[in-house]
Structures are given as structure tokens and as C-alpha cells.
T-cell receptor, first 116, second 115 residues
């Protein structure tokens, strides 16, 4: 069963505008971590932001914020003031520490293109 | 500091051949893991290790072996390569003590093609 779902294969945003990348997750564990990673065309994976399942406030890191809605099991990434360098693949991920050991699940990614 | 290094960057194998993908880190992290990235599939966890001498399976372990004799190194072995193992392989590390919240540090990846 899909643990992380990213329903937007591709997104476009005008430079300097904000964009929201969707992510929903599936777990019954009370403890988990949610992450967003960026993968530019060069291929490396870059950590952007983290949200813990018990965190009351939404995480923010510079122009990145995570809109965490626990009841809806969603963890959307908001990028404000988009820049051309934001064009990349974005992956939502979840960590679980359950009976089957430590597991790390990634979504299929969203390709973001920033238009000048 | 080099961070996480992977060798080779590219590799072409014939079906049935064996090889080892190397991963090394100088961050003194206890936790290391291997992922494969296929088009449209995101990253999937193959194997992971929470410290020297301790390994465990991830989501897609079949066809791969690992061992962890030192904190620094975590090689991934393909015993008999199959075309289905054509993929980009990433090694990653993080601090095991805080697994749920730990940022993962990724290597640059190895692009493997099995013909």
C-alpha cells in the first residue's frame, strides 16, 4: 500500500509567486517524521524541511514551510517567492519506527518548473 | 569532509554478473541505508544498518546483500544482476539515535545498467 502519495506529477509556477506541492501519507503509528527533499537535475538529494508527528506548529525553513494537517494526513510543502533555482523534483518522505524496524518511505515526486 | 561518497558513478553489467557498490561516510553516523530510484517510483529502501555488525531489510531487499563491518563503510552487493536492477542507487546516512526526525545525507548516486 502506498504510504506517501504525491498526486501532482508536474507543476508550473511564475517566478516570485508561491506554490504548494501536495503530499498525503498513510500510517496508523502515532510517531512518525515527515520530510521534503529536493532533487535538481544534477541528481543529488537535498533536505529541505522536517515535521514531527507531535509538533504543534508548522515547520518553516526560510522560503519553505510545511502545512501539516494531521487529521487529513497531509504535509504539503509551500515555497514562497519562487526562484528559477527552485526548478527540480520534490519528494515527500516519511520515517516510521515500527514492528518491522526503521522504515523510510518516499513519494513518487513532483516536478516543479519555475517560469521566468 | 567528504560527507557521503559512492563509487562507481556509472556501471554497466551483463545479466548474471556480480558487483559491489561502495558507500563511505566520514560523518560518524551510525545509521546508513541504500535506496534505489526508478522512474515514476520515487526512492525505495533496500537495506539499512543501525551500526557496525547490524543490518536489516527495507522495502525491496531481494537480490541485494549488505554487510557493515565498520561505521564508515556500507557496501551493497548484487550477487547475480538482473535487468530489473537497472536503477540509480543512493546511499544515505543519518544519526540513528533520532531516526524519526533525522535528516538523511545522500551520496551522489550510482547509475547502474544491467543488459
Amino acid at each position: 500500500a502506498q504510504k506517501i502519495t504525491q498526486t501532482q506529477p508536474g507543476m508550473f509556477v511564475q517566478e516570485k509567486e508561491a506554490v504548494t506541492l501536495d503530499c498525503t501519507y498513510d500510517t496508523s503509528d502515532p510517531s512518525y517524521g515527515l520530510f521534503w527533499y529536493k532533487q535538481p537535475s544534477s541528481g543529488e538529494m537535498i533536505f529541505l524541511i522536517y515535521q514531527g508527528s507531535y509538533d504543534q506548529q508548522n515547520a518553516t525553513e526560510g522560503r519553505y514551510s510545511l502545512n501539516f494537517q494531521k487529521a487529513r494526513k497531509s504535509a504539503n510543502l509551500v515555497i514562497s517567492a519562487s526562484q528559477l533555482g527552485d526548478s527540480a523534483m520534490y519528494f515527500c518522505a516519511m520515517t516510521l519506527q515500527g514492528n518491522t524496524g526503521n522504515q523510510f518511505y518516499f513519494g513518487t515526486g513532483t516536478s516543479l518548473t519555475v517560469i521566468p | 569532509n567528504a560527507g557521503v561518497t559512492q563509487t562507481p558513478k556509472f556501471q554497466v553489467l551483463k545479466t548474471g554478473q556480480s558487483m559491489t557498490l561502495q558507500c563511505a561516510q566520514d560523518m560518524n553516523h551510525e545509521y546508513m541505508s541504500w535506496y534505489r530510484q526508478d522512474p515514476g517510483m520515487g526512492l525505495r529502501l533496500i537495506h539499512y544498518s543501525v551500526g557496525a555488525g547490524i543490518t536489516d531489510q527495507g522495502e525491496v531487499p531481494n537480490g541485494y546483500n549488505v554487510s557493515r563491518s565498520t561505521t564508515e563503510d556500507f557496501p551493497l552487493r548484487l550477487l547475480s544482476a538482473a535487468p530489473s536492477q537497472t536503477s540509480v542507487y543512493f546511499c544515505a546516512t543519518n544519526e540513528a539515535g533520532t531516526f524519526l526526525e533525522a535528516e538523511q545525507y545522500f551520496g551522489p548516486g550510482t547509475r547502474l545498467t544491467v543488459t
